[in-house]
T-cell receptor, first 112, second 110 residues
Framework: NAGVTQTPKFQVLKTGQSMTLQCAQD?????MYWYRQDPGMGLRLIYY???????DKGEVPNGYNVSRLNKREFSLRLESAAPSQTSVYFC???????????FGEGSWLTVV | EDQVTQSPEALRLQEGESSSLNCSYT??????LFWYRQDPGKGPEFLFT???AGEEKEKERLKATLTKKESFLHITAPKPEDSATYLC???????????FGAGTTVTVRA
């Protein structure tokens, strides 16, 4: 049972570099999400896609872009990485908005 | 704005020593309250959803309860494998998005 799969698992970037985090789910879910998790803070929503073809900003969208490539895949792009974007990123999905959200294993990103 | 506060931040228990975790929340209207378990280096794993005051859910040594302002996660006779961070999240009636608390890290010593 793969569920939600994220790549890469670990990444170190220099300030100003760009990168894309990839996410795919095999549960035929309609809704997908990107969260970040920082020490002492709850998970915060960056962007979400309620259904294929739609994306919306979450709580902390600045410095990020997303693409819902198809029903299975939802990518997160950092155009010009900043040290403040050092965090653990989680992709998640749910059958539809309002249903239980299931998370991937996380991607650890360090920006130096 | 929805707010979720979890206490304590950390809890150290002896194996078999039962205890409770608290999740206090402020929402305009509750669509659902969720509990997740997170192991180090892993993503959150869904445990329970509670929808209305008075509701209870159980899974092995865990029992979640809900009132109008807070939820408790009771751990009965914990084992070392119950060591994890437990996250609480709420969904508002006006919004489908989840608001998470910072979590309670539970360590159970053998």
């Amino acid at each position: 049972n793969a569920g939600v799969t994220q790549t890469p698992k670990f990444q170190v970037l220099k300030t100003g570099q760009s990168m894309t985090l990839q996410c795919a789910q095999d549960m035929n879910h309609n809704s997908m999400y990107w969260y970040r998790q920082d020490p002492g803070m709850g998970l915060r929503l960056i962007y979400y896609s309620a259904s294929e073809g739609t994306t919306d900003k979450g709580e902390v969208p600045n410095g990020y872009n997303v693409s819902r490539l198809n029903k299975r895949e939802f990518s997160l792009r950092l155009e010009s990485a900043a040290p403040s974007q050092t965090s653990v990123y989680f992709c998640a999905s749910s059958a539809r908005e309002g249903n239980t959200i299931y998370f991937g294993e996380g991607s650890w990103l360090t920006v130096v | 704005e929805d707010q979720v506060t979890q206490s304590p931040e950390a809890l150290r228990l002896q194996e078999g020593e039962s205890s409770s975790l608290n999740c206090s929340y402020t929402v305009s209207g509750l669509r659902g309250l969720f509990w997740y378990r997170q192991d180090p280096g892993k993503g959150p794993e869904f445990l329970f959803t509670l929808y209305s005051a008075g509701e209870e859910k159980e899974k092995e040594r865990l029992k979640a309860t809900l009132t109008k302002k807070e939820s408790f996660l009771h751990i009965t006779a914990p084992k070392p494998e119950d060591s994890a961070t437990y996250l609480c999240a709420v969904r508002d009636l006006n919004d489908y998005k989840l608001s998470f608390g910072a979590g309670t890290t539970v360590t159970v010593r053998a």
